[in-house]
T-cell receptor
Framework: EDQVTQSPEALRLQEGESSSLNCSYTVSGLRGLFWYRQDPGKGPEFLFTLYSAGEEKEKERLKATLTKKESFLHITAPKPEDSATYLCAVQGVEDSNYQLIWGAGTKLIIKP | DGGITQSPKYLFRKEGQNVTLSCEQNLNHDAMYWYRQDPGQGLRLIYYSQIVNDFQKGDIAEGYSVSREKKESFPLTVTSAQKNPTAFYLC????????????????FGPGTRLLVL
């Protein structure tokens, strides 16, 4: 059964303190791994799609990396506005065309 | 501006009542989705639609119904059969994956929070 586990559940950092969020996945074969940011009471905002091990993508202070078993979302010198819940989702080759398997998210809090 | 709109932002349901959540997109996307989000859990798929006049059940379709009469619109009805409807409901859309060759990125609306009176 395809599965996604995100860790930690919550992470508190000081402004400027770099860290990483983890997304571990189990799928028969990976079609794509997606990262989203969600602010309280709002819909998820798309960040990145990764398709194959070794792939990396960057956007401002965020960098996503992918291995065969997990993905990391690295946050460099974060600011308070980076506080949000970060969601990870995967699609396996045996899933239907539209089925994404979602993790429960990591709540990131950046203190000024 | 292109995007996905959901209304209302908050919805209150009385016991035994059916309520309908609206989702409209002007992105010209073919596929649309409804998800339910509960605290501490990942998003769960309720229904999805690839084309007009066609839709498929997701993992938790019981107690819900949908229609897709127009490409731009995908309303969700929460029926009285759904005994635990309190949740945050998210609508999403993606370009086109009819061929199934790749997974298109899904883009989300702002959500509707449903509460039971």
């Amino acid at each position: 059964e395809d599965q996604v586990t995100q860790s930690p559940e919550a992470l508190r950092l000081q402004e400027g303190e770099s860290s990483s969020l983890n997304c571990s996945y189990t799928v028969s074969g990976l079609r794509g791994l997606f990262w989203y940011r969600q602010d309280p009471g709002k819909g998820p905002e798309f960040l990145f799609t990764l398709y194959s091990a070794g792939e990396e993508k960057e956007k401002e202070r965020l960098k996503a990396t992918l291995t065969k078993k997990e993905s990391f979302l690295h946050i460099t010198a974060p600011k308070p506005e980076d506080s949000a819940t970060y969601l990870c989702a995967v699609q396996g080759v045996e899933d239907s065309n539209y089925q994404l398997i979602w993790g429960a998210g990591t709540k990131l809090i950046i203190k000024p | 501006d292109g995007g996905i709109t959901q209304s209302p932002k908050y919805l209150f349901r009385k016991e035994g009542q059916n309520v309908t959540l609206s989702c409209e997109q002007n992105l010209n996307h073919d596929a649309m989705y409804w998800y339910r989000q509960d605290p501490g859990q990942g998003l769960r798929l309720i229904y999805y639609s690839q084309i007009v006049n066609d839709f498929q059940k997701g993992d938790i379709a019981e107690g819900y119904s949908v229609s897709r009469e127009k490409k731009e619109s995908f309303p969700l009805t929460v029926t009285s059969a759904q005994k635990n409807p309190t949740a945050f409901y998210l609508c999403a859309s993606s370009i086109d994956s009819v061929t199934g060759a790749i997974q298109e990125t899904q883009y989300f609306g702002p959500g509707t929070r449903l509460l039971v009176l």
